[in-house]
């Protein structure tokens, strides 16, 4: 029972415990409020380095992506400009471009704006222009009068010539999305400069304007003191610094990262009032948090006390019905300091059991508690309680001992290891007079036998049933993973007790029959699904062994149920990548091969919309991988896949069968109009440029064989197999396109079938 003393010291321990948090708590205040605006100014740079970069990667994506558009009108020979402007125009608006012109070498051309022809004279573009003339992309910042615009030169060169020059006006928009940041509840203000302080963009969050996150603002220009300032900061190009400045009337926490690249300064403002207003936050925040602390700091100290005085009640009571306990069990109670160590406590039952008084039974056989086992089972019960103590177990043993009248009676002993403290142990045990209970000895041993299989399996599911009675019982975590009880040993006959999973039921019932059948096999076991408290199946192991009486019949059931889920899973994991592609994740061409002959199998087409078999075969992948090596041509390989992934659903059957080989069977009905859009997209997007530093880079593309269930085949063989003629078809015709195998004419499909056999022959 706790002592007073002890209460009272627990209580000022946790009073000075929760004194000394109020004081860190006010430290933390102070120290927080004094650091909150460089925190502040830290973050407003972090912003601003994420919008500059955010900003940097679109210049530099719209720019790639117009290169790639000027690469394919440069192999289309885009001679006459007015057609090829108005061809390329919807591609061309959508990569980003306002107004754009295609002129020649001399600067005219056709311009998109005006329908008309393009003279590049007083356009402000010629600088752009004459570096086009050399080969290099380019872009800048030019004035118009009304403010700036972003304008881009792109050459388009053939066979390593420039033959025309794009010139063109990007959105504003598109620039300004990369400048727009929600941080600082929407009070944050993004602007650009190129290198001659003129303001290019300017961007403040959704649903405001400048002029109202900076009232200070005029007409979207700078007060003359900040813009002083900043013409003073663009001076020291290399700095990305946080600053804050202030003028008479406003104050503002400032960033500039500089775009080294560009010349121009990304530039983000911050009202002075908005970290004011954080600062006030912090202090109200805390200042709840102090007294909030102070408050459940006292709720605490009364819980606490409520629980000492509960549990001296409960150690109070506690004793009490240990004593009661001791009287009123029908054996004895001994207490003593090891095997070999004399009696510290013996229950008056204990001494009525055996016919003594305290006094007799002490002069009898002293304190010792080995003197008071007969003679003759001294040694043996004495190993015995030894070997089980040394093993961790519960002392279980049986010997005889000399009685007032001078009989000897056994005794069970059941006793257990107590470690009071540091150096402290006893034995505690329980004694019955088992002479005359042969029958509790049978029950005694297979208690026994159930104590130590429960003891060596506890980290699993156990389960048992009487044969004799037919009792089921099973452990707690049955319940817990489960959530009720069930005879998984006997048929569920009206399916809805066990909950199995509907393909495993024909496991369970053979496994119910062998087990009461064959009652003399040492152990069955089964691997099945079962549902748990979840409502989801897992794999679970169950195992049954019998016990067997003295008579040699089976008179108990006793199994373990295991959790293999993990390794069911793994196992499933490994069966699926042994049907994928590793460079790519797609299916490899078996798995391909056996998914569309399933679906062939399951669907058979009536209407007037066809299925879509592609072969995609790569135009000269062997010099990629020749000249640059394997690691080019598999990063290639990589590349093309994805585009091959985006061109279709989810629910198509993608799969690379060679190669540079990739096959696609569209699982959705389609009229052959939209079977060829598909098609020529597919092609048009099937372009990459392949190489690295040491050398130019080489183009690569894919012809397309398309072949069409019901009309080309009927099963995977001959839809394959045409397919992979139309695709020879497309090579033989010049590569990147794509050929239908019902247009190839008899001669035509000859010459595959002749080519492909002479392949497979060199193979």
């Excluded at 010629?126 to 050459?155: M, N, Q, R, T």
């Excluded at 007294?291 to 000492?308: E, P, T």
């Excluded at 049978?442 to 159930?450: C, F, H, L, W, Y």
């Excluded at 790569?618 to 390989?637: E, T």
């Amino acid at each position: 029972m706790a002592k007073p003393s002890s209460t009272f010291t627990t209580i000022i321990c946790i009073a000075m415990f929760l004194i000394a948090l109020l004081i860190v708590v006010r430290e933390y205040t102070s120290e927080t409020t004094g650091h909150l605006s460089q925190d502040i100014t830290t973050r407003l740079a972090e912003v601003s380095r994420r919008v500059a970069d955010d900003f940097d990667r679109n210049i530099d994506s719209q720019l790639i992506e117009l290169q790639n558009i000027t690469s394919f009108m440069a192999q289309e020979d885009c001679r006459q400009f007015k057609k090829c402007v108005l061809y390329y125009a919807p591609l061309l608006r959508a990569a980003g471009l306002k107004k754009f012109a295609l002129v020649d070498l001399d600067g005219k051309g056709f311009c998109s704006d005006k329908g008309e022809a393009f003279d590049l004279t007083s356009t402000g573009k010629e600088e752009l222009f004459y570096h086009a003339l050399s080969g290099s992309a380019g872009f800048a910042a030019i004035s118009d009068g009304k403010g700036s615009k972003i304008a881009v030169a792109i050459p388009l060169s053939r066979n390593g010539k420039v033959v025309s020059i794009l010139l063109g006006e990007l959105e504003d928009r598109v620039m300004k999305k990369n400048l727009v940041t929600r941080a600082f509840g929407d009070r944050t203000c993004n602007m650009v400069f190129d290198d001659k302080g003129r303001m290019l963009f300017w961007a403040v969050p959704p649903g405001n304007d400048i002029e109202k996150v900076f009232p200070q603002m005029e007409e979207k220009g700078l007060p003359p003191p900040l813009r002083e300032y900043l013409k003073t900061v663009f001076s020291d190009t290399q700095s990305q610094t946080s600053r804050f400045i202030k003028d008479d009337k406003h104050a503002y926490y400032l960033t500039h990262i500089p775009l080294e690249k560009y010349g121009w300064q990304i530039v983000s403002l911050l009202p002075e009032e908005v970290v004011s207003h954080l600062v006030d936050r912090q202090n109200a925040i805390t200042s709840t948090l102090a007294w909030r602390m102070s408050v459940l700091a006292g709720l605490v100290l009364l819980f606490i006390i409520f629980i000492l005085q509960r549990y001296n009640r409960t150690i109070r009571r506690q004793q009490e019905d240990y004593r009661s306990i001791i009287s009123s069990i029908s054996g004895g109670v001994i207490k003593f300091a090891g095997l070999h160590g004399n009696f510290q406590f013996i229950s008056p039952n204990f001494l009525k059991m055996l016919g003594y008084r305290k006094e007799e039974f002490l002069q009898r056989f002293g304190m010792s508690f080995a003197h008071s086992i007969f003679e003759a089972d001294r040694e043996s019960a004495l190993r015995t309680m030894q070997q089980q103590l040394d093993s961790g177990i519960p002392i279980d043993v049986e010997y005889r001992t000399r009685a007032k009248n001078g009989n000897l009676i056994w005794l069970y002993h059941k006793g257990s290891l107590v470690q009071a403290g540091p150096g402290q142990t006893y034995i505690q045990s329980i004694v019955f007079d088992s002479t005359h209970n042969k029958e509790a000895a049978q029950a005694k041993r297979i208690s026994d036998e159930r104590y130590q299989f429960i003891l060596e399996q506890h980290d699993i599911i156990i389960f048992e049933q009487n044969l004799i009675s037919g009792h089921f019982s099973c452990s707690a975590r049955w319940i817990q993973t489960f959530g009720k009880v069930f005879n998984i040993l006997e048929p569920d006959t009206d399916l809805s007790l066990i909950p199995v999973h509907v393909d495993d039921r024909e496991l369970l019932e053979d496994f119910q029959k062998n087990v009461h059948h064959n009652l003399h096999e040492s152990k069955l076991f089964v691997e099945l699904r079962l549902r748990d408290t979840s409502g989801l199946y897992h794999w679970y192991r169950i195992e049954a062994s019998n016990l067997i009486s003295a008579q040699g019949k089976p008179i108990y059931i006793i199994g373990i149920i295991t959790d293999i889920d993990k390794q069911k899973l793994l196992e499933l994991r490994l069966r699926t990548q042994a049907t994928r592609d590793s460079a790519t994740g797609m299916h490899n061409k078996r798995a391909t091969e056996q998914a569309i002959s399933r679906f062939l199998g399951m669907h058979n087409n009536l209407g007037p919309d066809v299925y879509a078999m592609f072969m995609i075969d790569f135009d000269n992948f062997k010099s990629i991988n020749d000249r640059f090596g394997h690691a080019v041509g598999d990063k290639a390989i990589y590349q093309m896949a994805q585009i091959i992934r985006r061109n279709f659903r989810s629910t198509d059957i993608v799969g690379r069968v060679g190669g540079d080989e990739f096959l696609v069977f569209c699982t959705e009905p389609m009229p052959m109009q939209k079977i060829r859009e598909r098609a020529t997209v597919l092609v048009h997007q099937l372009h990459l440029q392949c190489g690295n530093h040491d050398a130019e880079d080489v183009p690569l593309t894919a012809s397309v064989g398309i072949a069409c269930n019901p009309s080309d085949g009927q099963d995977f063989t001959d839809l394959y197999k045409h397919a992979d003629m139309a695709t020879y078809e497309a090579k033989r015709r010049g590569r990147n396109q794509c050929v239908f195998y019902a247009e190839l004419t008899v001669s035509e499909q000859q010459n595959a079938r002749d080519s492909l056999l002479a392949e497979e022959n060199r193979d």
